[in-house]
Structures are given as C-alpha cells and as structure tokens.
C-alpha cells in the first residue's frame, strides 16, 4: 500500500464531538502507568538514569515503527506534520522522560508517582483556552480536593530536587498531552512511533553530554524491566492514551491519572516496602472521593422529562456572556474559544 498524505488538523473531538474515556481502557493505562515508576526503580540498578529514559523511547518508537510498517500504515508527510511531531517527541519524551527519571531518583517512588500525575490540575485552563473546554464548579473543586489529597501523600516524601522535576515531568506530559490535540489527520501509531524516536534522540543527546559513554548492565533483570517498560508502560499506553485524547474531555481524561499514584503506591509498599503513613490512607481516600465526583455523570433537566449530560454537550461557538462566575448548572462563566 503507497503512503498517503498526511495533515495535522485537529481531531473531531476539538469540535465538540466529546465522549468519556472507556473505563477499562484506562485502568490498565493507569496500571502500567503505576507500575512503570517500581519498573524504573529496578531498571536504574543496572543502567544510568539519562541512557535508560533513552532507551525506553527509542524501543517503544521502534517497536511501533515497526508495527506501522508490518501494516502498511500512511507515512508522515509535510512540513507541518514533522514540526508538530519534533515539539511533541521533545516535550512528550525528552524533557517528561528526564525529568520523570530524575525524580524517581530524588524521592520514594510513591512520591514520584504522586508528583508527576499533577495533569488533571495543570491542564484546566490550557483545556479551556485552546479548546474551548467549560469547566464545571464540581469538576474544579474535585480536582482541587484530589490534588490537596495527592499533596498529603507526596510530604511525608520530602522535596527538593526530586520534587522539582516530577512536577516538570507533569507540566510536560501535560502539555503533550495538549499536543496529541492536533494529530488529527495522521496515524496515531506512526506519529506515536516518530515522536518517541525523536524524543529519544532527544535524550540520547542530553545522556552523552550529562553522562558520558554508556555503560550498562544487560542483566535478566534489567531486559525485563527495558521490555516492559517500553513496550507495555509507552508503546501501548501511548498509543491508547493518545486515542482517548482525541475524543474525550480533556479534564475527565486527565482524572484518571490519579489512579497513576494509587497504583504506584500499592506496587511500591508491596514490592519495594514503602510502607505508607496514616496521611497517605486520608490522601489517597481524598483522591478517590475527588475521583468518583468528577468522574460520576452531571446530569440536569434541560426540557420536561429530557436529561442532558454537560460533559457529553458541545461547547459553543459562541462566548458565553454571563455577570457571574457560575453559570446555569454549576458552569464556570467563562468565554468559550475557539481553535488558536
């Protein structure tokens, strides 16, 4: 099959067109997500940090490079489409993978994990700006309940450096996230494969200047932990994760990362014995209270006997004019934009 052309328009779901994410499909993106941070503990071991983030992206874009090829899927084509996914690959892979890497090694790897899945705040208003995204009064507070429970369970941690970059790691996958906004027009596995090989590019760059020559142990253990981790942990969850973007609600996404730390956690007091205090039960509690809100369907009577789900309806293309901060329905009165 020849390769077609390619554009990098944005989805159907920047439109409007928005459903929620499929609850199966992320919980075991947020599973592999969770294991990923115990799989980076072991994997650190027998490799430098910077080199192992580099090799987890340039296996998982190969991988699905390869993929792509068995399958004949369309290549990139056009100017437009390789810068979108250069930026992509260097914020998704570089700076997110650096900077997650870093602060597995600067914390306890719950704490990481709690750190780094900051999104479901970060993205908020850059949802709201670039995609004219309405935000609800509950879906704010909810959030903002989950994060204060993520922040319970992170302080017992510590800080420092290790906090500093899990949070760099969150604004960063945050704004990749954002990005996969406008991968409407291309393939999801090419663009996915391209932005990880370029991200790792990226860092093999970084590691040879930061770290020198590689020198790495090819244990059992550290094949195992590389395979999974880009295979499973960024090929797969990518790809998927990139597919919910396109069609969901950027805020409802985002929620479920705060199963990422959950996850986390469990894996790391089981495995590791990272015992967990009684502020990270009353964190982790918030979370999932905060979690069953914003998640939980809103639903109101437009017309007798006619529900309407808000997270379902499409933004309008119009501004909302309004004197007040809440809207009809708990809406946050702010004007809707449009495309950038």
Not at 17 to 22: A, F, L, M, Y
Not at 39 to 52: S, T
Not at 65 to 70: T, W
Request: some cysteine; overall charge positive.
């Amino acid at each position: 099959m020849q390769a077609t052309t390619a554009t990098c328009s944005p989805a159907p779901a920047v439109a409007g067109e928005h459903r929620r994410p499929k609850p199966w499909r992320m919980l075991w993106i947020t599973a592999a997500w969770g294991a990923c941070f115990l799989v980076i503990v072991w994997g650190l071991r027998d490799a430098p940090l910077l080199w192992y983030a580099a090799l987890r992206a340039l296996v998982a874009g190969a991988a699905l490079l390869a993929f792509a090829g068995v399958q004949h899927r369309p290549a990139l084509r056009g100017g437009r489409a390789w810068t979108l996914i250069t930026v992509l690959g260097l914020v998704n892979v570089t700076v997110a993978f650096a900077a997650m890497f870093g602060g597995v090694v600067g914390l306890a790897t719950g704490t990481a994990a709690v750190l780094a899945n900051a999104q479901p705040l970060l993205i908020l208003l850059p949802a709201w700006w670039l995609y004219g995204e309405r935000l609800s009064l509950r879906t704010v507070a909810a959030l903002v309940v989950g994060f204060a429970g993520l922040v319970l369970v992170a302080v017992p941690g510590g800080g420092g450096s290790g906090a500093a970059l899990s949070l760099l790691a969150a604004a960063a996958v945050t704004g990749g996230t954002l990005l996969s906004r406008r991968l409407g027009g291309l393939d999801l596995v090419v663009a996915t494969g391209w932005h990880l090989l370029i991200g790792g590019v990226g860092l093999v760059v970084l590691a040879a200047v930061v770290e020198g020559a590689p020198v790495i142990a090819w244990t059992p253990r550290f094949v195992l932990s590389l395979a999974f981790l880009a295979l499973v942990g960024t090929a797969a969850t990518t790809v998927a994760w990139f597919t919910e973007a396109r069609h969901s609600r950027l805020d409802i996404l985002t929620t479920w990362t705060f199963l990422t730390p959950v996850f986390g956690i469990a894996l790391a007091a089981v495995v590791l014995g990272e015992r967990p205090g009684g502020w990270t039960a009353v964190g982790l509690t918030a979370v999932l209270v905060a979690m069953w809100t914003s998640l939980r369907p809103q639903r109101r009577v437009s017309t007798p006997g006619r529900a309407v789900d808000p997270a379902s309806r499409p933004a309008p293309s119009e501004p909302h004019e309004g004197s007040g901060l809440a809207g009809p329905g708990g809406e946050l009165d702010l004007p809707t934009r449009g495309e950038p």
